[in-house]
């Protein structure tokens, strides 16, 4: 599958922003998905992720109740819906799609097989 991320961009802290994950090349609705991001001189991080359906999803706790993961089918598109953004947030978020399919929600990024290009998020304060 070949995965393309958009939607970053440079907002205020308290803004909203959504990013988008566009799949190709594989049936979508058989894997999970996830979203995660690298700040600058820091290790890439779990954001959040979604099974299979799109009926569970994890997030880290940093961005609970701020951020919502979601998945349209028929649109072959994963979506973060990015609320209240601090500037911690700031990074670059980057896409990842399961290798294996009818997994469950994956939090580590060594379990995903297929990654997109990054997209930049900038918050300021």
């Known amino acids: 599958v070949q995965l393309q991320a958009s939607g970053g961009g440079l907002v205020q802290a308290g803004g909203s922003l959504r990013l988008s994950c566009a799949a190709f090349?594989?049936?979508?609705?058989?894997?999970?998905m996830g979203w995660f991001r690298q700040a600058p001189g820091k290790e890439r991080e779990f954001v959040a992720t979604?099974?299979?359906?799109?009926?569970?999803?994890v997030y880290t706790d940093s961005v609970k109740g701020r951020f919502t993961i979601s998945r349209d089918m028929a649109k072959k598109t994963m979506y973060l819906q990015m609320d209240s953004l601090k500037p911690e947030d700031t990074a670059i978020y980057s896409c990842?799609?399961?290798?294996?399919?009818?997994?469950?929600?994956?939090?580590?990024?060594?379990?995903?097989?297929?990654w997109g290009q990054g997209t930049q998020v900038t918050v300021s304060s």
């Open positions: 990842a799609a399961d290798r294996t399919d009818w997994r469950g929600p994956l939090t580590q990024g060594d379990e995903y097989g297929f």
């Open positions: 979604i099974s299979w359906s799109g009926g569970t999803t």
């Open positions: 090349g594989r049936t979508f609705g058989t894997y999970a």
